[in-house]
């Protein structure tokens, strides 16, 4: 007659359980990365980020361009900064605008900072006829931002705005992308979650305050706001948007 062995049993039951343990925590990792990377946007983007030096070079001149026309009306502000390091050709931009409705528009591309804005409301078609030239130029970019609130302007609003009827197809084909981790993720704890520390930001990343600080005439503090939010976003994606998708 067989006899079993009741410690043996029970050894093969615990080495049995704890596998199933270790798989199924690989396997809830595992889709939580799939589910990160899907989260985020297409898993193709590793290939329609590729560019090269010649391409960035053609697009910044030709930005570039429409903001030295823009100056000359003399309706529209601008300012322009470089940025050191290094920055591999890929085709993407960091946006932001500032204001409601908008009245300051930031952007990266490569190591080139723009900053487009009015000090009056009455010339803001003319501010919103250089942004849009600006976007078709980005129109094969992907358009990097830290909110819903620029996809909401541009797809939604801002196409009502300006005279060309076509413009209403051009703006729903834009590639905005929102980098935020969660619904209401802030600037400065995601950088913190980084080990990054955060831009000096004279409003103390209040944005509430916009219109209040326009009607006063404090633009140079809306515009460093609006750099802290740039740069900010720009270290998010570079630290956490990019790793993502470039396993």
Known sequence: MERFDNNKINNK?????ITKSITSTIKTEVESK?????NYGTLGMNFGLRSDQKEIKYLI????????????????????????????PYKYAI?????????????????????IFVTKTKYLLDFYETVWKIL???????????SNHEARFF?????FKLKEANDKLFFQVLKIVNVQKR??????PALYSLNERSYHDPLLRNSKNI?????????????????SCLLSTLKIVQKRYLKLHFL
């Open 13 to 17: 039951e615990k080495k049995v359980n």
């Open 34 to 38: 799939i589910g990160q990377i899907l």
């Open 61 to 88: 001149n030709a930005i570039n361009e429409v903001v030295l026309r823009a100056k000359e009306g003399d309706t529209v502000k601008t300012r322009q900064f470089e940025l050191k390091g290094k920055f591999p």
């Open 95 to 115: 946006i932001d605008l500032e204001g409601d409705p908008p009245k300051f528009f930031g952007l990266v591309v490569s190591n080139q900072v723009y900053q």
């Open 136 to 146: 078709n130029l980005l129109i094969n970019f992907y358009l990097f931002t830290f």
């Open 155 to 159: 797809k939604k609003i801002l196409p």
């Open 183 to 188: 619904n209401f993720e802030g600037l400065v």
């Open 211 to 227: 219109e209040l600080h326009f009607k006063n005439g404090d633009y140079y503090l809306i515009m460093e706001h609006n750099k």
